[in-house]
């Protein structure tokens, strides 16, 4: 079983950029599709972008394209999520999440979570 430990959020102006960093322990992390998904306050948790387990397929939610991006470091055991150009609608708690077997983009799907970092943009 897989521990997640997000870091990296904060308060930033609009324009602004943060790198949100999600450390893995645990288990084999090169096995594990990893995503972020983000839930601000009276909305449902949803997908900002997800990685496969070899790094080489990725998948952005149309809000973030071109904004954000996906990486990770097997080596390190870390996913990052590069977020430039913030608006103050990313403002939300983001988390990182994993799950072995098929690539997915539904929350549902995942059985492993951090426990969140709040990332706020002020307008």
């Known amino acids: 079983q897989v521990q997640l430990v997000e870091s990296g959020g904060g308060l930033v102006q609009a324009g602004g950029s943060l790198r949100l960093s999600c450390a893995a322990a645990?288990?084999?992390?090169?096995?594990?599709?990893m995503g972020w998904f983000r839930q601000a306050p009276g909305k449902e948790r949803g997908i900002v972008a997800a990685?496969?387990?070899?790094?080489?397929?990725?998948y952005y939610a149309d809000s973030v394209k071109g904004r954000f991006t996906i990486s990770r470091t097997n080596a390190k055991n870390t996913v990052y999520l590069q977020m430039n150009n913030l608006k103050p609608e990313d403002t939300a708690v983001y988390y990182c999440?994993?799950?072995?077997?098929?690539?997915?983009?539904?929350?549902?799907?995942?059985?492993?979570w951090g426990q969140g970092t709040q990332v706020t943009v002020s307008s």
């Open positions: 999440a994993a799950k072995v077997g098929y690539y997915s983009t539904a929350a549902t799907t995942y059985p492993y």
């Open positions: 645990g288990g084999t992390f090169s096995a594990y599709n």
């Open positions: 990685i496969n387990w070899g790094g080489d397929n990725t």
